[in-house]
């Protein structure tokens, strides 16, 4: 055999000696002699080569010719001589990247050149039959010369649509890649076009397109009528799909097209996938004259009609496995139908249509059943889409179409959907989605276990459906009821046991909480409760136990309005609930303490009052029976039931009359106990607080503290007092001994165990003060009395500690800290922000500066800081010296060229922000525009030329708007410029449009002057809005051809947000829409 070094035959390996990969580079980069086509195919065998233990430096080497402006010209050399595929790909991208960012510099000859030598490569290539090999490269280069139709056509190339016509009747392969290619032009020019062209070039390129349709459609016509070929005329329909968004209607209307489909295409397997994308498309043309209406009835009407030649309705073939070719078609064929019924629903509730609309909705309701989650969620969007449109027609008054009559009697628009509807039911029932609340799950081996890691689609999936459920609920309450009664009988009886069963039942059940009137959310719920409760009793196992818990759990938890009105209810409920925090099986506790928060949010005024055959409020038997209570619990378990009841204790309400105060010790009792025999130990002797075991209860104390502050609110200052300034001594002391750990071993300190344990009691301390001062509220502690009683004690050891510390041992929860300071407590703390910048400023932008990865932490709380500041304590920033005035800003701009997507948009509003403030006064305002205005506008504009932030696109315009309209307005009145380096009567207007266009052509060597001026020009216009402005900027970003087609759609992403916002709105108008969890606030009328 052939002797190989690590899989690379010698022969390959003795080539490469000739030359060192350093010889090999200056050889192919020397443009002074041929270029070595066999070198290259060497170097780039090795790139290639996973195991070649070159290949890092012959990554090198191709990276250093991409990067060669001039290396394109050796493209044709490469193509023609190359033995390598892999080297005429790479040939491809440097002619395609050329075309793309250079073509309007090059020599007019050089374009020609370019274009026909691709034309000539094309034709040459698709003439002749192609193996598999070379199919995907002939694509690649059918993509080349889109990328210059893009350059060149209409304008200075416009017989391009009549050449390829013409040249696609001299030969069926060669008409086959027309096909491809005309294909990838419609899809440029009208899908991905306004991504990577000016809106102008777009305008232009589908006006062209259509002007020349004909030609093609002729084409389309006569290969579709006449070729026998396969391939040929699947290629030919899939280009036709692309052309029906958007070709005129003439083209499908008043032609044999449609016919064509239906009966030459659709009934043929090998075409019938292709067939009904095309008619896909035409059903799903909307926004058209009352005209088109009986065309679709009848494009409906014969579809439905071939459909069921081969596919019939209730045939044997919709039960037992598929193969993947059936999925795809059964996928194609809920598109065509969904598409059909969300444009042209209305066509077809007419009496002469309602048996074939019913037969096609029938259709769709079998399709939901298929066991394929992707088919699933095309239905589910449009099951979505009809419910909510019956619901709305019902709720608004709205305009209701003619009576059918069906059965010789007349009924409102949703009745005669009523089987249907109760189809859908049926479906969605069975095939719930999991909530997010559900943390027990069965795995791939069919085990129960806590659940690890949230499916972020499933979760987007159970939206859709919940509310999908909710509008067929509202529909049909009875209906609903009666399905998930009749399932929930069968769980109980055996007859449909399973786990999956049970899951998806009680997921839909609690799905619809708020649908219903409180009478029958009473009557449905009490046979619910019940029910499951009793199955809880009759199940035996681990596994099927920890099932019904769940989703006894999942229940009571989405009807709190329920178990508000049946204290004995809910008292049963929970209860159950304190049982299941003894359930030791995974995830069962996690659920009972999350459920328990769920219902003491939404219930509590029913804890803290006098209820009925009670002798105390249910609160004080609570904290008494606490400790047995949380026996089984782990500590985050423990830390979630505290977080319950201070919830509890949070309720202010005229009704209630229980000491909260009182309660609130009683609550803490256990941890200041704990915390008080830890303090006792250590008056004893410091060391006892350096036992492993005394720092982890010291830091379940603080968490337990934290969560207690968080739900309480301003009560906590009760508590805080007992423990403040012990705790602030502890800080000290573990502050103390970290520097001296620092000291001793070096930064490496910083990672022992030990050390990190006591970090995390400093930061719990942090956490603990800033939800505190978050919570902080009169009349038990309001701003001024943080300020002056609570402030003091905290910044000499956290400030003074912080600063001295190294930048390992420091932590961001100081920021964090610091930033709630200045939020909350705003000018009463103004004196104290010079004495904060002093000791945490200069200090942490020495940490985050250095590159844009490292603690990551300080960086956003940093920043968060900045902005704090800069809102609340304004006049404080100008109070500093003028060099840390400048760190400010340098601070914000390098915020602004961050990598990091959160980091750069907080310099970006905090930049915006500072800008409103300076302009407001005028004391700082001329001062602060002579320093730093122009080097501001050089910065954004070099952010918004970048590819690194595009998400920051509005904020880019919004402060170009705003520093170029300042200067236009002459609210600027210092110059920006030196006069002495000007000509006299210089004014800024004229200086920054000469400064800007003189930046930008130097930046952008394939700009021209003409191009920059009307883009400068029109920064200054001050009659432009926000919008057209964005619209003005995206069109010169495309002409930059610094923004490439990959991702420019965050350029548009301010426009999704506003509709997402829309569609949120019309949610929360709909009855048990919006999760109770969701909705703000308790659900109390007596609060």
Wanted: aromatic share 8%; net charge negative; hydrophobic share 40%.
């Amino acid at each position: 055999g052939v002797v190989r070094v690590r899989d690379v035959p010698l022969v390959a390996t003795l080539q490469l000696s000739v030359f060192t990969m350093e010889e090999a580079q200056v050889k192919l980069l020397d443009f002074s002699q041929a270029f070595d086509v066999s070198l290259l195919d060497q170097v780039i065998t090795t790139a290639y080569n996973p195991t070649h233990p070159s290949r890092n430096d012959a990554n090198t080497i191709l990276m250093a010719l991409q990067a060669n402006a001039d290396m394109w010209t050796r493209s044709d050399a490469i193509l023609e001589q190359s033995k390598e595929m892999m080297s005429r790909y790479f040939a491809l991208s440097l002619l395609e990247d050329a075309v793309r960012t250079r073509w309007k510099i090059l020599p007019s000859e050089q374009r020609e050149g370019i274009k026909n030598y691709i034309v000539t490569k094309v034709i040459e290539m698709s003439s002749t039959p192609l193996d598999p090999q070379t199919k995907p490269f002939v694509g690649k280069l059918n993509l080349t010369l889109i990328t210059v139709l893009k350059q060149e056509w209409p304008h200075n190339w416009p017989t391009f649509i009549s050449d390829l016509v013409g040249s696609s009747k001299t030969s069926e392969l060669l008409c086959e890649n027309n096909m491809k290619i005309l294909c990838l032009l419609s899809e440029e020019v009208f899908e991905f076009g306004k991504e990577d062209m000016t809106s102008q070039k777009c305008k232009v390129m589908k006006e062209s397109l259509n002007e020349e349709f004909s030609s093609v459609y002729q084409l389309c016509e006569f290969i579709l009528t006449h070729s026998k070929k396969e391939s040929l005329l699947v290629v030919t329909l899939n280009t036709l799909q692309r052309f029906l968004t958007w070709i005129p209607l003439g083209f499908i209307f008043q032609t044999n097209l449609i016919h064509t489909l239906l009966d030459n295409f659709f009934p043929v397997p090998a075409f019938r996938s292709s067939a009904i994308q095309c008619l896909t498309e035409i059903a799903t043309l909307t926004d058209l004259e009352p005209q088109y209406d009986t065309l679709f009835q009848s494009l409906y009407m014969k579809f439905l009609a071939r459909l069921g030649e081969f596919l019939p309705i209730n045939g044997g073939w919709w039960v037992g496995e598929r193969t993947d070719a059936e999925l795809a078609f059964i996928r194609h064929l809920s598109l065509f139908f969904c598409g059909f019924f969300k444009a042209h629903l209305k066509t077809l509730e007419t009496p002469s249509h309602s048996v074939s609309l019913l037969t096609g909705l029938e259709y769709l309701v079998r399709i939901s059943e298929v066991p394929d989650n992707e088919i699933f969620k095309i239905c589910l969007d449009y099951w979505h889409l009809l419910a909510a449109d019956l619901y709305e027609s019902e709720n608004k008054g709205a305009p209701v179409p003619q009576p059918l009559q069906i059965g010789g009697a007349g009924f409102q628009r949703k009745m005669q959907y009523q089987k249907i509807l109760s189809g859908v039911r049926m479906v969605m029932i069975s095939r719930m989605a999991k909530p997010e609340e559900v943390l027990i799950v069965e795995d791939e081996n069919g085990d129960v276990v806590r659940e690890t890691t949230k499916d972020t689609e499933l979760l987007a999936q159970y939206k859709t459906m919940k509310e999908c459920l909710v509008y067929l609920t509202h529909l049909n309450y009875d209906d609903t009821e009666t399905i998930m009664l009749q399932k929930l009988s069968m769980q109980v009886d055996g007859t449909q046991w399973s786990w999956n069963n049970l899951n998806t039942l009680c997921w839909g059940i609690g799905s619809i909480s708020g649908a219903m009137n409180e009478e029958e959310e009473k009557r449905f719920l009490v046979t619910v409760i019940k029910d499951l409760l009793g199955l809880c009793e009759k199940k035996r196992g681990k596994d099927n136990k920890a099932i019904v818990a769940s989703n006894i759990m999942y229940v009571v938890g989405q009807y709190p309005r329920f178990l508000k009105q049946h204290w004995k209810f809910l008292k049963t409920v929970v209860n159950k609930l304190f049982e299941f925090m003894h359930e030791v099986h995974p995830g069962v506790q996690d659920m009972a303490c999350d459920t328990f928060l769920k219902i003491a949010q939404k219930c509590k005024r029913k804890f803290v009052t006098l209820q009925a055959g009670e002798t105390n409020p249910f609160i004080v038997e609570l904290v008494d029976t606490l400790p047995q209570i949380i026996s089984d619990l782990e500590p985050h378990q423990v830390q979630a039931f505290y977080e319950s009841v201070g919830t509890l204790l949070s309720d202010r309400g005229q009704a209630v009359t229980i000491n909260r105060v009182q309660l609130l010790q009683r609550l803490m009792n256990l941890p200041n106990r704990s915390w008080k025999m830890i303090l006792d130990n250590a008056n004893q002797g410091v060391e006892s607080l350096m036992q492993p075991e005394t720092i982890k209860e010291v830091i379940k104390i603080l968490k337990s503290n934290s969560r207690v502050c968080a739900t309480v609110g301003p009560l906590y200052i009760h508590q805080l007092k007992e423990i403040f300034l012990d705790m602030l001594n502890i800080y000290k002391v573990y502050s103390e001994r970290i520097s001296e750990a620092v000291k001793q071993g070096g930064k490496i300190a910083t990672r022992h165990a030990l050390t990190r344990s006591m970090r995390t009691v400093k930061q719990e301390v942090l956490k603990l003060l800033s939800v505190f001062i978050e919570m902080s509220d009169s009349p038990d502690c309001g701003p001024v009395d943080i300020a002056t009683g609570f402030l003091p004690p905290v910044l000499d050891p956290i400030l003074g500690d912080y600063k001295r510390n190294v930048a390992e041992a420091r932590d961001a929860e100081v920021l964090g800290l610091f930033t709630v300071v200045i939020k909350k407590l705003k000018n009463h703390v103004e004196a104290e922000v010079p004495r904060i910048m002093d000791a945490v400023f200069e200090v942490t932008l020495q940490m985050i500066t250095t590159n844009f990865e490292d603690f990551p932490d300080h960086r956003v709380k940093f920043f968060g800081f900045l902005r704090a500041v800069n809102l609340h304590c304004f006049a404080s920033l100008f109070q500093l010296p003028a060099e840390h005035q400048r760190y400010v800003v340098d601070s914000v701009v390098w915020a602004m060229k961050h990598t990091g997507r959160d980091i750069s948009e907080t310099g970006l509003d905090i930049l915006f922000e500072l800008l409103q403030n300076v302009s407001t006064t005028p004391a700082v305002a001329q001062g602060f525009y002579q320093q730093f205005l122009l080097a501001l506008i050089r910065d954004v504009l070099a952010v918004l030329t970048d590819r690194l932030h595009k998400s920051g696109f509005k904020m880019h315009a919004t402060l170009l708007r705003t520093m170029f309209h300042l200067v236009k307005q002459e609210q600027v009145t210092v110059p920006l410029f030196d006069p002495a380096t000007q000509p006299p009567g210089q004014t800024n207007v004229g200086f920054l449009t000469e400064h800007v266009s003189s930046l930008l052509l130097t930046s952008f060597p394939n700009l021209t002057s003409t191009q920059v001026k009307p883009f400068v020009a029109g920064l200054f216009d001050i009659n432009i809005d926000l919008p057209t402005f964005k619209t003005h900027l995206r069109n010169f970003l495309i002409e930059l051809t610094e923004f490439n087609v990959e991702d420019n759609k965050q350029l548009f992403e301010e426009e999704q947000q506003a509709q997402a916002a829309q569609q949120m709105a019309q949610r929360s108008a709909v009855p048990g829409m919006v999760k109770p969890s969701e909705i703000q606030g308790e659900m109390d009328d007596d609060l």
